[in-house]
């Protein structure tokens, strides 16, 4: 791989110890995936954050490192929130912790809005063709897919290296001959809404981490691409899929259509809603946001939950700067007695694991709560878990249909 | 006997010997390894009870959870860790826990280490020119 005379002064170790190993992460994956130089980044985000994950040694690793960021840098969702953890039993010890992890990223100069949706952020704007090194699954499938941008899959340190050199190793998504769709999905039926993080949750099963391009018939707004992104992250490792006539590639390029061509029918979706028709027990705990809620979602849990009462623990996950802006929904929200949550999520947080079976509207959550979190975990649209939150009307499918 | 040297590619940078362990698994550093002591806790795995604690390791390449590479870290700082590792193919977890723990790793010798390498052997890993030499073979006279 090559080197600019700076980068070779950084290698040998004129820049200091923590710029060196930053480097020479990024040159070993360089190589691994074969590399030709270090691309210039625009942000990054960095996962390895909830102490549930990384546990002391993640704290150690980061809290050893020095210096400071050179692109903006931001944090993925923690093990708890951060301002107001003791309201969903999170013990002292963990939370000692985890704000342990936070202070020392915080000290690297990273912005410690810990959520999985930042492109949500002010000044945090990914742009078309923009270079990043991003690290959260679904904020990855997010930005390559409906914003265009490029990123590979990072791990925690691998972001870390690339936030403190502004810099990542040019191979994977960053390259035009990586981001062509290798197999076709039609989707026959029409969705709506938690349609499409079943869709996601099906469709990242039969095509792993290879790049998709789906027909659908309907004409999916941004937050239902980011359910389908984020469950195909989940169920499989999609980072980048593409809509015909609706995402940004697949407008702009004229991709030549896959050999491979794969059906989804309704009855398959349907499966994942009689997730709630399967379950031994019923929910014991209503979780919305996964990921983070954005301000339409917001409105929406607002409206649904307007005048009614909550009878079963409901939290709603979103980003601490969305609720900062939003007062009005999150005050509806609260006084229906379902819980704000910022900064962490039913995946990562320890609070869930008290839970033996959580209702999501999430394809996301519906993968990962039950290795997660040692839960069962069921499937239902936003309408039907609100129903569910607030007494609703006992024992069905769940579908929106 | 003289030392037999073989080449493969610079994954993370430093020079260490030590006694060879070849585990034909792939190693999940994150629930395969105890971080304090090092000792080998996946059942069935094929180095089950055994420490990697100052070893040579030998092994195909990492699986698992990407929280492994911090793990190589705490073992590191728990003076648990393996000298140096030697991988037939590294992959982004053990390559980058190996770098931030200071841990020398060579992947892709020009031959398999499985063919030529014994547990108990002494060998030197050079990850920073990317080599490994052979200085002491284990029960195998009929070398040098």
């Known amino acids: 791989m090559y080197l600019t005379k700076e980068e070779e002064q950084i290698q040998s170790g004129e820049a200091g110890e923590t710029l060196r190993k930053a480097i020479e992460i990024l040159v070993a994956l360089g190589d691994i995936y074969g590399a030709d130089r270090l691309i210039p ?17 993640g704290l150690e690793w980061i809290s050893d490192l020095e210096g400071q960021v050179k692109v903006p840098a931001t944090l993925n969702p923690a093990g708890m929130d ?30 410690c809005g810990c959520t999985c949706t930042p492109y949500t952020l002010e000044g945090f704007s990914a742009g078309y063709g923009d270079h990043l090194a991003w690290s959260e699954s679904s904020a990855i ?69 290879r790049v998709p391009i789906f027909r659908i018939k309907d004409t999916p707004e941004k937050d239902d691409l980011k359910a389908l992104g984020a469950a195909m992250a989940a169920s499989g490792s999609v980072a980048l ?3 015909k006539g609706v995402t940004p590639e697949a407008c702009r390029l004229d991709f030549r259509e896959p050999e491979e061509k794969i059906i989804i029918e309704r009855s398959q979706l349907d499966e994942v809603y009689e997730s709630r028709k399967r379950a031994g027990k019923e929910p014991d705990l209503i979780t919305i946001g996964c990921p983070h809620c954005s301000a339409a979602e917001l409105k929406k849990v607002a409206e649904l939950l307007g005048g009614k009462t909550v009878s079963k623990e409901t939290w709603i996950f979103t980003s601490r700067e969305l609720k900062n802006r939003y007062p009005e929904y999150i ?28 209702m999501v509207n999430s394809g996301k959550a519906f993968a990962y709560v039950p290795g997660m979190c040692g839960a069962e975990s069921v499937y239902g649209d936003m309408e039907v878990c609100i129903e569910e939150a607030t007494g609703g009307k006992g024992k069905k499918a769940g579908g929106s249909h | ?63 698992g959870s990407t929280v492994g590479s911090y793990v190589m870290y705490q073992l ?66 009929t070398e040098g």
């Open chain 1, 41 to 57: 980044i625009k942000s990054a985000q960095i996962a390895g954050v909830s102490y549930k994950t990384i546990g002391d040694a």
């Open chain 1, 82 to 111: 951060m301002e107001d953890w003791e309201r969903l039993r999170i013990s002292p010890e963990f939370a000692e912790k985890q704000k342990r992890i936070v202070q020392a990223y915080k000290k690297l100069g990273i912005r």
């Open chain 1, 141 to 209: 499938s997010y930005a390559n897919s409906v914003i265009g941008a490029r990123t590979n899959r990072e791990g925690g340190p691998s972001a870390l290296s690339a936030a403190l050199l502004g810099k990542t190793a040019n191979y994977g998504f960053h390259l035009d001959e990586n981001r062509v769709p290798e197999v076709s999905i039609s989707v026959e039926c029409s969705l709506r809404e938690s349609d499409y993080g079943a869709l996601g949750y099906v469709a990242g099963k039969i095509i792993g981490n």
């Open chain 1, 241 to 243: 899929y593409h809509v």
């Open chain 1, 331 to 358: 005050r509806s929200i609260e006084e229906s007695g379902a819980k704000i949550v910022c900064d962490t999520c039913m995946v990562v947080s320890p609070a869930t694991n008290s839970y033996s079976c959580v």
């Open chain 2, 1 to 63: 006997m003289v030392p037999i040297k073989l080449k493969g590619r610079t994954i993370s940078r430093g020079c260490a010997e030590g006694e060879v362990l070849l585990s034909r698994d792939p190693i999940s550093f994150l629930g395969s390894v105890d971080p304090e002591t090092g000792i080998v806790v996946e059942e069935k795995h094929a180095l089950a009870g055994k420490s990697i604690k100052g070893k040579v390791l030998v092994f195909p390449h990492g699986k």
């Open chain 2, 76 to 141: 590191k700082k728990n003076e648990a860790a393996p000298v140096a590792i030697i991988n037939l193919e590294t992959e982004p977890i053990v390559a980058v826990g190996a770098i931030i723990s200071e841990i020398p790793l060579v992947d892709m010798l020009e031959k398999s280490p499985y063919e030529f390498l014994k547990d108990g052997d002494i060998v030197l890993v050079n990850g920073s020119e990317g080599y490994i030499e052979l200085l002491k073979s284990e029960g195998c006279k």
